[in-house]
């Protein structure tokens, strides 16, 4: 079983609609495949996330008499001979309303997300989760010399990795995170007591390359950097002020130049 198989297993898997011999193979590819093994963990992670109470909504206990006491008032009949009348009137109103409600939902059915908006919520989800649990960094180091290691052997790519604790940034570790449909590098930075995650992957052969020219962007209360360059893709996303963000990302791009040849002699 291949990795792109894998991806569309994963769900029905996790839901447990699979059946005995595919279930088998799934387990079997798991065990050797670190990076679906990772999005199986994530997924996991995000199942577990999405039952917590917390995220759901408790209508205060007064709720239901609130709205059903005007209805009950406006129910009480004024005249015995009106009655029949009036609910005949308020059923057709309901009937109608429930088409309405029905055509509006169909012409205003979400239209498919552009690549870029999919991706930029992709990414909000990610650096949520990445905070929320326990899960920030699979490796934890401040050292570049730590952290650009481990990567190899996880991802068939080497993402750059530079320590800018000098410049008020330190580097607090390196994650494998599962991103666009394929396992990326996760590099996690500290401003103060706001978390950056800068994620790097590959970029596609159609992307252009962009020579490090930033996007910024803001989605749910986050601010998001996006660049191209050197054949890689970047996301920065952080609740830090956009100024202190796009400090960081000139900073890390700076860092990213080829060293500067000596000058021959
Ligand atoms: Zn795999």
Redesign the pocket.
């Known amino acids: 079983m291949d990795?792109n198989t894998?991806q569309t297993l994963l769900h029905p898997y996790l839901d447990g609609e699979l059946d005995l011999m595919t279930s088998l193979q799934v387990e079997e590819?798991l065990r050797t495949?670190a990076?679906?093994e990772l999005a199986y963990q994530n997924f996991q992670v995000l199942r577990e996330g999405l039952r917590d109470s917390a995220l759901y909504f408790q209508p205060p206990a007064n709720l239901e008499a609130r709205v059903l006491s005007p209805m009950r008032r406006a129910e009480a009949p004024r005249r015995p001979s009106f009655r029949l009348g009036s609910w005949r009137r308020w059923s057709t109103a309901a009937v109608l309303l429930v088409a309405v409600g029905l055509s509006w939902r169909l012409a205003h059915a979400p239209a498919p997300l552009p690549d870029d908006r999919a991706l930029e919520q992709e990414i909000v989800s990610s650096h949520v989760r990445s905070l929320m649990g326990s899960h920030l960094a699979d490796i934890a180091s401040s050292s570049h010399h730590t952290v650009k290691p481990w990567f190899s052997g996880k991802l068939d790519y080497s993402p750059p990795v530079d320590d800018l604790g000098a410049q008020g940034f330190p580097l607090i570790g390196g994650r494998l995170d599962y991103l666009n449909g394929r396992p990326v590098a996760a590099l996690i930075y500290r401003r103060q007591k706001h978390l950056i995650n800068l994620f790097v992957w590959p970029a596609k052969a159609g992307d252009s390359n962009g020579a490090g020219e930033t996007k910024a962007m803001e989605s749910q209360g986050y601010h998001l950097i996006h660049w191209n360059a050197a054949g890689m893709t970047y996301w920065s996303i952080s609740d830090l002020n956009p100024s202190e963000l796009s400090s960081f990302v000139q900073l890390y791009q700076a860092q990213d130049q080829p060293p500067a040849r000596p000058a021959s002699k």
């Open positions: 990795c894998m590819h495949c990076s679906c």
